[in-house]
C-alpha cells in the first residue's frame, strides 16, 4: 500500500473519477462524504452520499460519512445569509473549501495517518523543479476551471493538496467514470449553491436568518430619484436586470445596494462600468504580497473570463485592482481572483468600485 | 485479523447456527401453516424453535410470537397495547433513554393523541423505578423500558419496576434485545408482560425475532392478512431465521453463565488498560449495573466518529454514538439524557465484546489506543 490520501467525495462523478485516480496510482485512499447540510440539500442528500459510498465499494477503499453540519451552518450559511443582508454577493463556496476541505479535513486525515487531501476540484497544483515553491493554476479544461474558488490556499495547504483530475477535461473525467464502470458517470452536474438547490437566494436568506430580512425598499435612479420599489435588497445583486419592475423607457439594471437604506440604485447599463476596485482580505499563494504593483488578469466572478489590470498591495490585507478598460458589474462581496496565465497569483474579496 | 468489538450493534452467527439454518434452508421446504407432511415438517421445526425461546425466557411457548426482529417487536408491543386498549386509557410511560424503536413509535402515538411520559435517567442511566410509580396514572396502559442500554450497557432495576407497575395493575413491557445472552432475562424473576427480542444480538441471524406476550393479553396486530402466530402476526413464517433464532436461544441458556464471566473478564482487561494508559477518559454509566461485555468511554476533547475511523484503519471496529440514515454519527441520546453535553456525548466510544473476542485482541487494541487518541485529540472538536 502507499501512501495514505483522504479523498472528499461529493457522490459526483468528478470527485468519483478524482478517487479512481489515486486508487490506480497506488495510493491507500479512504472517501469521505462531508455532510454539510440536512435534508433540502442536494449536494449532501442521501442519494448522493449513496452514490459516493458505491464509488467507493467499487474501488473497494475504505469509505466514511463526516458531519460537519453544525460547523457549515456557522461558518458559511450564516455569514452567506448576513453577507446578503449586508448589500453584498457572497460566494460562500470558497470559505466552504477553505475551511472544510482544506482544514477540518486535512486535521481528520491526519487523524487517520493520511498525508494528503484530495478533491474533485479542476485546477492544478505545480512544482518548481529548481526551487521547490508550489503554484496554483487553472484547470487544463477552460469551461470547468474551478482555481477561482481557491485563491485563498496558501503554500502550506498546497503541499497538502491534490487535485487528480485537473489535467483532465470533463469528457475525459466522464470516458473514466464510464470505463471503470462508477455508479456517478452520467450523473448531472450540480449548478446551484449546495445548501440553496432551487437557485432562490432570497428564500435561502429568510430560511437561514428568519425574521431578519428587511421588507419592502425604495429604488432609485442615480440622481436619487425614487422610481419603484422592491422587495428587500438581499433580492439583488450588482448587475441584476430580473426582478426590476420598472419602466423608464431603457433596460436598467442594479448599480449598487445600501444595505442601511433598504435602498437599490439602478442605473442603465452604460453607467454600470466600473475603472477599478477596492480589496481587502487579500491572500497569495505565494503567502506573502509582493513589494510592489503588478499586472494580472483579474476575475471578478466565477463566469468572468477576466480584464488586464494592474493590482497594488496595500497594508492589512487590502489592495486596488485598476483596469486597464472599465468592466462591468464590480460586485461587492465577490472575490477578485489575479492570474499570470495559468498561474493564480492571489485574490481578495471586493468591497467597491474606485472612484 | 479483524478486531471486532462491535457485539451491540450485531453478532457474528455461531456454527451451530448456520448449520442449523443451512439444514432448513435445504431440507424443510414447506410451509408451516401448510395441512400436509411438508407443512408439518416445517411446522415442527417453528414449533422446536418457540420451546427453545421460551425457556431462555421462561414464558410457555404459546406466548411466544416470532417477528421479523426487535423492531417490529417493539412496535407491535406499543402500537398493539396501545390501539387494544385506547377506549380505557391514552397514557404511556417510558423513560429517557431508549432505544429509537420504542421512541419513534410512541412519538407516532404522541402525534395521535396519546400522552407520553418520559421518566428521566440519572447521571448514571439509571431509572428510578419510584419515578416511573410516580408517573402512573388510571389513564396508563402501558409502560415500556430498555432492560439494558445499547450504547452504555447500564442495566435498569427492572425487577423493582415491574413490581411497582404491576401492583397498579398496569402492563409493562421490556425491551430485552441487548440483555439477552448477556444477563439472565427470565419473566419467572422479572414479571412483565411483554418482552421484545432479536436474534442477532445473540449469535442467531438478521431479521429473526420474538416478542413475548403473556397470559391472554388483548394485543391489536400490525401486519394482518394470515392467522399465524395466533392471529399476531401475519405472513409466512421465516423457518431458517425462526430455526436459527432456536438454536441461538439454546446456545445462550447453555452458555450463560460462561459467556458472562469470560466477556466481563475481556471488558475488565480493556478498562484497566485504558484507565492506566490514557489520559483524561471516564467510563459512562453505572458500573455496578453493566452489561458484561459492554464498556462506554468517553476520550475528552476528542471526536469519537474519528476516533472510530482511525482504529477501523487499524483493523478495529467499535462504534460511536448512534448512525444516522446518511451513515455519519450523531451524539448519543442515551448520553445526553445522562447529562452529557455534546461534546462530552461526541467525545464517547463503545465498545462491546463477545463471541470469539480474546485477550491478545484486547492487547492489540491497548497497545494501539494510546497513540490513535493523542493523534484524534490533536485536531480538536470542532
Redo the contacts between chains.
Sequence with gaps: MGERVVVAMSGGVDSSVAAALLVEQGFEV?GV?L?LVGNASRC?S?ED?EDA?RVAENLGI?F?????SD?FRREVMEPFADSYLAGRTPIPCVGCNQRFKFR?LL??A????AAAVATGHYARIARDSASGALSLLRGVDARKDQSYFLFDLRPEQLAQIRFPIGELDKDAVRDRARALGLATADKPESQELCFVPDGNTAAAVERVRPGRAPGVGEVVDEAGRVVGNHAGIHHFTVGQRRGLAIALGQRMYVKSIDAARNRVTIAPGDALGEWGARLSGVSWVAGTAPDAPLRATVRIRYRHAGATASVEPLADGAALVRFDEAVIAVTPGQAAVFYDGDTVLGGGWIDGGLA | MRIYLDHNATTPVRDEVAEAMLRVLRDVSGNPSSAHAEGALARAEVERARERVAALVAARPSEVVFTGGATESNNLALFGIARAADAKGRHLVTSAAEHPSVEEPLAALEAEGFRVTRVPVDADGLVDPDAVAAALTPETALVSILWANNETGVVQPVARIAEVVRARGVPLHVDATQAIGKIAVRLDDVPADLLSASAHKFNGPKGSGFLVVRGERALTPWLRGGSQERGRRGGTHNVPGIAGLGVAAALAQRELGDRAERCASLRDQLWAGIEAKVPRVRRNGATAQMLPNTLCVEFRDS?G???L??L??EGIAVSAGAA???????PSRTLIAMGRSVAEARASLRFSVGHGTTSAQIARVLALLPDLVA??R???T?
Design positions: 479512504i462524504t455532510r449532501c442521501l452520499t459510498r475504505r466514511y460519512v463526516a458531519d460537519y460547523a477540518h486535521e481528520r491526519g487523524a487517520l495517518g | 471526536a466518529d474519528v476516533l475511523e482511525a477501523d484503519g444516522c440514515a446518511s451513515g455519519s454519527v450523531h493523534r484524534v490533536a485536531l480538536g470542532s
